[in-house]
């Protein structure tokens, strides 16, 4: 079954216009009634605010900055900086001016920031003084011509002789109007990179009709009257697909949304209470997090009405503890979706509510279909009023138009019909609403003994234990003696705190058994052998970690998301201790920073503890 959205012709219409459009002055074709009342609010400094004429008169001037400076349509200019009021208002006056806007993590290091410069080949870089030594270093290894380089100095004013500052492009005079486009759904605004779990990332080329459409999401129909006063809140990375399209839909909207710079939940607790904000947007981690916190009370977030939540997965479980302090009407939204397509599914509220741990339905425009494994198609199809499991793939109605300079990579994302393949494994229900269900991801489906096993299974079951925080499950593959070394997520704490507990030998000729990296509950006791004990009365014997490795964290991405690629790279940061009298584990350092000082002589230390304690046979 697949999972579509009738149109209405409100939605329709939006489409309609998203195709005829460009980004910019759509989101200046606002109907609110007073234009002059701010939208753009620094939750720090709510006296320093934009209004919907003060972003338009900006915006118009920035272009003819971008101009003065030799942008040219189709240029690159990125931005490297933390969320500000400001930061959404560069974006527009890119787009606006006919270039492209990209976007880089501030915590980037200088490698990473390498090859997005190296991918997008910026004309400009705006740069916050505090990433500027940074990117300089990554610019070292840039080919000519060098991009130029304005500071983005508004939270940490400075005079520097080369670099002026960004507000440089505000001095020109007059306006202009933006840059025409006379095909918004093959015309690109934006390279937006990929938050994929193995490889570098790539960027995709997300159109003007992309923009529109995932805007138009965020703005009410003109049928529904909301209950509440929408007031917003957001505190994610506006280079992100996720985040991008909320303050030019609270433009045309006429919705006030305020900009928290970066996350921290007393600042965001703060602000919900000082604001009564009613509307934001977070990844599952802050879902989780947030009722943990002391600070996190029933009147703090009494304003809330509707959260969404996308990134990574928040089953009901995960957004309960949340729910007990939030007021009774309010809603948890979940989205699912990708940087590719946009969000293309939701439980949106009012009208559903979303008990169980689906993502929802897909969104108007977007059809969501499971492609079945070449295997189980060629056993037949599902029984009658069974849903069929498989990839999820996903038609969306403006999707990118492909990954930047990748052509073979966006030939093979695609199926013959245009149906983009997430690489998520779930299916759609055939009754009821078509409510979409993403179970697992299908490059990390392990196959034991013949049977296929779903990590999120094993880790779902094993969070059940009252000892274990955090749990990631992948697979790995024999040694020539049958133990198995393989792939592992961890850097930093997570890998260098790693110990290893005794491992069990398994069959013989096995290709894949399940390994469990485990964070345990701080001060709690828990042993292999615990582990296994419980998984036992949860999960068939084939489904059981053969391993089990205590690390410090488990690594995640801001979204919250596994980053499954540095758990593979443990392969070679862990090798088996075959002399050892029991089976044991040991850590080689993957870096050469691992040899030097306290942290090689700690090492050392903890194989001598455990020869002392534990003996040889």
């Known amino acids: 079954m697949n999972s579509n959205s009738k149109l209405s012709m409100e939605e329709f219409s939006s489409l309609d216009i998203a195709r005829t459009t460009d980004f910019v002055s759509w989101t200046f074709s606002s109907q609110a009634e007073d234009l002059n009342k701010p939208i753009i ?27 003065a400076l030799g942008i040219r349509p189709s240029d690159c200019i990125c931005l490297n900086g933390f969320n500000d009021i400001f930061y959404h208002i560069l974006i527009l006056g890119i787009i606006g001016a006919g270039a492209r ?15 997005h410069i190296q991918l997008t080949k910026p004309s400009l870089l705006i740069i916050e003084p505090p990433m ?25 004013p400075t005079t520097h002789p080369s670099y002026p500052s960004w507000r440089t492009l ?85 919705i006030p949304i305020y900009i928290l710079r970066r996350y921290t939940a007393p600042a965001f607790l703060a602000a919900l209470s000082r604001f009564q904000i009613s509307e934001t947007y977070v990844p599952p981690p802050v879902l989780t997090a947030l009722p943990r916190s002391p600070l996190c009370s029933h009147d703090a977030v009494r304003s809330l009405r509707q959260i969404w939540v996308g990134g990574a997965a928040a089953p009901m479980a995960a957004r309960r503890a949340l729910y007990e302090v ?17 969000w293309a599914t939701a ?25 079945p494994e070449e295997m189980e198609t060629r056993n037949g199809a599902a029984k009658a009023g069974e849903a069929v499991r498989g990839e999820l793939l996903i038609r969306a109605p403006f999707p990118m138009l492909g990954y930047l300079g990748q052509e073979e990579e966006t030939r093979e994302a695609f199926d013959p019909e245009g149906y983009f393949k997430t690489g998520d494994v779930g299916y759609v229900e055939e009754d009821g609403l078509g409510n979409v269900w993403v179970v697992d991801r299908k490059k990390d489906l392990i196959k034991v003994r013949g049977w296929q096993v779903s990590p999120s299974e094993v880790e779902a079951a094993l969070r059940c234990h009252e000892n274990i925080l955090d749990i990631v499950v992948v697979a790995v593959g024999p040694t020539a003696d049958g133990a198995g070394v393989g792939a592992g997520t961890g850097t930093g704490a997570g890998a260098g705190g790693a110990v290893w507990e005794t491992s069990n030998r398994y069959d013989e000729g096995v290709a894949e058994v399940p390994r469990a990296y485990i964070v345990r509950q701080p001060g709690r006791r828990l042993t292999e052998g615990d582990v296994k004990a419980f998984a036992k009365t949860m999960l068939a014997r084939y489904k059981i970690p053969e391993q089990v490795v205590f690390v410090d964290e488990i690594p995640r991405s801001s979204t919250g998301k596994i980053l499954r690629n540095e758990i593979r790279r443990w392969e070679s940061t862990y090798c088996h201790h075959g002399d050892m009298g029991k089976e044991g584990w040991v850590r080689v350092s993957g870096d050469l920073g691992g040899f030097g000082g306290w942290g090689w002589c700690l090492r050392v230390w903890r194989i001598v503890c455990w020869l002392a304690f534990e003996g040889l046979d």
């Open 41 to 67: 609010i620094d939750t720090s400094n709510p006296s320093r605010h934009i209004s919907y004429n003060e972003a338009h008169s900006y915006v118009r001037k920035l272009v003819i900055g971008f101009k």
């Open 101 to 115: 806007f990209t976007g880089i993590n501030p915590s980037y290091t200088t490698y990473e920031v390498s090859h």
């Open 132 to 156: 500027l030594s940074t990117t300089l270093a990554a610019l070292v290894t840039h080919p000519h011509p060098r991009p130029q380089i304005l500071l983005f100095d508004e939270h940490e």
């Open 170 to 254: 505000l001095t020109h005079l007059g306006e202009s109007a933006f840059h025409f486009v006379p095909s918004p759904s093959t015309t690109t605004a934006a390279y937006l990179t990929t938050s994929g779990t193995s490889g570098l990332p790539k960027a995709a080329l997300i159109t003007h009709s992309y923009l529109i459409s995932q805007s138009a999401i965020h703005c009410p129909r003109s049928s529904t009257n909301l209950p509440y006063t929408p007031l917003r809140l957001t505190a994610g990375p506006p280079f992100h697909a996720f985040n991008l399209p909320l303050v030019p839909a609270s433009l045309h909207a006429g």
């Open 326 to 342: 939030l007021a009774e009407d309010a809603r948890i939204n979940i989205v699912w979706g990708l940087t590719e397509v946009g």
């Open 347 to 371: 439980s949106m509220w009012p009208g559903e509510v979303l008990r169980d741990d689906s993502v929802g339905r897909a969104l108007p425009g977007f059809s969501v279909k499971a492609a």
